[in-house]
């Protein structure tokens, strides 16, 4: 499911979000439990706790409201219609069912991933799996845009004819996506280079001895991460290559001690990497500074958006316009300076959109959830844990950012994967320690921040994108 849900478009029909739903569902009846351990059922329990509270504020929503919080549409309804519909707080009367079904897709996969993560080496297979698929939605992508530029898929591409957009009908959804790969692949070929390094060589000699005979995981991970890095160039999508590039160099920072690393090298040599570095981030964005020229970083009336949002959270700030109703009620606040620019079915800000159809509480708290959950693994990720922690911070980090300018984690197809990463790296924190005698074991389970050229390759080490 988790390399699976960005194929069908995103998985943006209904249908699909049910289907996956129902198999994760199931698959956490058939689940091995015996890796839970106490300190799991905190984070466990915070997440249930924050759903019960987002799925009954949508259902006090939809219910019959004759108080004061019941949306003025209804007595506008009465009086235009000469009948009394029933109240509610929520500005339309779509099922509770409807709007909460990717909110539980979110929460199934988030469960199933955490379990999965606790098993022996379950971190690195969802890592591994969803890396592979997203190199092959990038390599169909970029065949088809070649072949077939008109298609996605088996329907016609009706935007972004000249960009990459992967299996998503969005260029933005497909830049997180991609990117968040990336991450995993950079990570794995830093695990692997590290890993069968020699502590008696330095650090030319050992690049020099894998360039000779470069291991397939080596070259399976560096593949992967120029592919799917050089997809999200493809995309041209502003904020998903710089927000990716960002982070993509931070995940390489917490994972390696680049000053030791550098004065092995030779300064002047790290300096000439690090200038090779920056012309190839430079020629791979060319068509994302191309675009940033031409319309600067942001959208022309995105801030008036932002700002007629805020007055409707400001409206309506106990329990909001009602989930899924932005789409009906912000023609009503649209601002007369947009003219007919954009189609604003989303607010292109996820948190101001919730904040606005969940109102403050609700959407405060899941905010404090996500905050939570990401000082939690910067935390260990600066002291230096497993390389899924790293993927986890970096992966949140990048779906959060760009979420708040657009709306990546809306996209059921896209939310699945962030939802997987970052629980796979909530289940790795509480880690027991290992015995004294086990040293090389602790090593690969903690993966301090070290120089590449740190130990002897373990037997039993090896996987492509872990």
Same mark, same amino acid.
């Given at each position: ?62 219910? %019959? ?20 519909? @029933?109240?509610?707080?929520s500005t339309i009367a779509t099922s509770p069912l409807l709007t909460l079904a990717p909110a539980a897709l979110f929460v199934v996969a988030t469960l199933r991933a955490f379990v999965m ?32 530029? @008109? ?19 969005? *260029? ?27 502590? *008696? ?30 997809? %999200? ?22 994972? +390696? ?16 990497? %690090? ?33 007629? +949002? ?7 700030? %106990? ?28 607010? @292109? ?16 708290? +899941?905010?404090? +959830? ?30 959060l950012l760009h979420s708040s300018i657009d709306f990546s984690l809306q996209i059921p197809g896209y939310a699945v994967t962030f939802a997987a990463l970052m629980a796979a790296g909530l ?10 005698? @086990? ?6 389970? *903690? ?9 002897? *390759? ?9």
């Open positions: 499911m988790f390399a699976l849900a960005p194929l069908p478009f995103g998985s943006l029909d209904a249908v699909w979000v049910a289907l996956w739903t129902v198999l994760l569902a199931l698959s956490l009846v058939t689940a091995d439990y015996s890796g839970i351990r106490r300190g799991h059922l905190l984070p466990i329990g915070i997440g249930l706790a924050t759903f019960a509270v987002y799925a009954s504020v949508a259902c006090l929503q939809w219910t %019959v409201w004759d108080g004061p919080f019941a949306a003025p549409i209804w007595s506008e309804a009465a009086r235009l219609l000469q009948t009394k519909p @029933h109240p509610r707080i993560a606790t098993e022996e080496g379950g971190d690195r297979q969802i890592a591994r799996i969803i890396g592979r698929a997203a190199v092959a939605y990038a390599l169909y992508s970029a065949a088809s845009l070649v072949l077939a530029p @008109h298609a996605l898929l088996w329907r016609d591409k009706e935007a972004y004819l000249g960009n990459l957009t992967g299996t998503f009908i969005n *260029r933005n959804t497909a830049a997180t996506y991609f990117g968040s790969a990336a991450i995993i692949w950079l990570l794995a070929l830093i695990r692997e280079l590290r890993i069968r390094s020699s502590r *008696r060589m330095d650090a030319v000699q050992n690049l020099r001895s894998l360039m000779r005979q470069p291991p397939r995981a080596v070259v399976m991970a560096l593949g992967g991460f120029l592919t799917c890095y050089s997809a %999200v160039a493809a995309t041209g999508s502003r904020a998903g290559f710089l927000l990716t590039t960002v982070l993509v160099l931070l995940a390489a920072s917490l994972s +390696v001690d680049w000053w030791s690393l550098a004065k092995r090298v030779g300064l002047w040599r790290a300096a000439a990497a %690090v200038g090779a570095l920056l012309v190839l981030i430079e020629i791979w964005g060319g068509g994302v500074a191309a675009r940033i020229d031409q319309r600067g970083l942001a959208d022309q009336g995105r801030l008036q958006v932002y700002s007629r +949002v805020a007055d409707i959270v400001a409206d309506y700030p %106990v329990f909001g316009i009602g989930l899924g109703a932005f789409e009906a009620f912000f023609p009503s606040r649209r601002p007369a300076e947009l003219g007919s620019a954009g189609i604003w079915v989303r607010a @292109h800000s996820t948190p101001l959109e919730m904040a606005a159809e969940m109102g403050l509480p609700a959407a405060g708290l +899941v905010f404090a +959830v996500f905050a939570g959950a990401l000082v939690a693994l910067g935390r260990s990720s600066l002291t230096g844990r497993r390389s899924s922690v790293i993927a986890a911070f970096c992966v949140g980090l990048l779906g289940a790795r924190l509480d880690r027991p320690s290992r015995a004294e005698g @086990h040293r090389d074991d602790r090593r690969t389970e *903690r993966e301090p921040r070290t120089a590449l050229s740190g130990s002897e *390759r373990p037997a039993n080490s090896g996987s492509p994108a872990g």
